[in-house]
């Protein structure tokens, strides 16, 4: 599990959403209101999440990061996480596999 703070430019969301997709199926923009609480939970795939708008706190194993737009969130398949959407809220992007930023 790795968090890049500012790996990418949350304004460039065209060329984010297409090296975002997989190559067969789609990625998913979240919007969470302030305070929103998603509970422990994990995946069977790879997870990344790319922070757009807004912030929230990430929690994963006994750390919690705050996240900001342009932040990067990279999980492994079976990873225990959750969130907190911070202040106004929080915008991102969800994608089932490890999203190459670079």
């Not at 990344?48 to 006994?62: A, K, P, R």
């Amino acid at each position: 599990m790795r968090i890049e703070v500012s790996a990418f430019d949350p304004a460039a969301l065209d060329g984010l959403v297409a090296r975002s997709l997989p190559q067969q199926g789609c990625v998913e923009i979240q919007r969470d209101a302030p305070g929103k609480h998603h509970a422990w939970h994990q995946h069977a795939r790879d997870e990344t999440l790319l922070i757009l708008e807004g912030s929230l706190t990430f929690l994963h194993g006994d750390t919690q990061t705050d996240c900001r737009p342009g932040d990067a969130i990279f999980l492994p398949a079976g990873t225990p996480h959750a969130s907190i959407a911070q202040g106004a809220g929080a915008t991102y992007l969800i994608a089932f596999h490890t999203v190459e930023l670079a």
